[in-house]
């Protein structure tokens, strides 16, 4: 995150403020006054605003934090352009951050707990894979992948444009977004917020009843449960770097 005195940091909030306070994606869940509350003290770094400062309330503060990374950037700092040409894995724990556009030739796979966040559009060619357990990738632009699968937070200040399937799954964390659009939506036990939803086929939620068409829409082979469901897409999908 650029260097950027405190009182500048302080006004472009004081602005993105006003916006929030007419954006859906955060009132639905958020309170100014508690994010006024939690931005008191401004972090340094981008790991003591997501890993610290924001990292225990609902995923609207996350998302405003996505917004804010995004703003210094753009006002502060030269665009750049991150390019991983075989794929990216970001570790259990780790914290990576892109002050521009993220472009991945392969898959992006996030370990238990990583953090991502892009203050420009992500461009993943392969599949964004989060972690077993939680993961964020906030994106302040547009975000576009093959595949997406994730039992974490995905949060974008833009379009998310999946060409195959979008797989949420687990409901302790969600997904916001402007739009989405995907061949296959799966939001299992999710409460993701996606002002508009483009989707081919869509399930709300796996039943027994729901397995065999749930495998032949994500291209798995014949599965019992919804575990062996998860681990057959999650192999398939890496599979593909």
Same mark, same amino acid.
């Given at each position: 995150m650029p260097t950027v005195p405190k009182n500048q940091v302080r006004e472009l909030y004081a602005e993105l403020r006003f916006r929030l306070a007419q954006d859906p994606l955060f009132t639905g869940s958020g309170s100014l006054d508690t994010l006024? &509350? $939690?931005? %008191?003290? +401004?972090?340094d770094t981008v790991e003591q605003l997501f890993g610290d400062t924001l990292s225990g309330d609902a995923d609207a503060y996350r998302y405003a934090g996505v917004l804010l990374c995004g703003e210094l950037v753009r006002r502060f700092a030269a665009h750049e352009v991150y390019t991983h040409d075989t794929g990216l894995a970001v570790d259990d724990g780790e914290v990576l951050f892109f002050g521009g556009d993220l472009r991945v030739g392969g898959n992006l796979v996030l370990g238990d707990k990583a953090i991502?966040?892009?203050a420009g559009d992500a461009e993943i060619e392969g599949s964004i894979v989060g972690g077993e357990g939680a993961s964020l990738l906030g994106v302040a632009g547009a975000v576009t992948a093959g595949n997406v699968m994730t039992r974490g937070e995905l949060l974008a200040g833009q379009r998310v444009t999946v060409q195959d399937v979008a797989y949420f799954s687990g409901n302790g964390c969600s997904a916001l977004a402007p739009a989405l659009r995907a061949r296959v939506l799966v939001e299992n036990k999710r409460l993701n917020t996606f002002s508009k939803v483009? %989707?081919?086929?869509q399930l709300a939620e796996l039943t027994a009843d729901h +397995? %065999?068409?749930a495998a %032949? +829409? $994500? &291209?798995? &082979?014949?599965?019992?449960?919804?575990v062996e469901l998860e681990q057959a897409l999650r192999s398939r999908l890496t599979a593909s770097s």
């Open positions: 006024d &509350g $939690l931005m %008191a003290k +401004l972090p991502v966040v892009v483009n %989707a081919d086929d +397995l %065999a068409r %032949a +829409l $994500l &291209g798995v &082979g014949q599965v019992d449960t919804v």
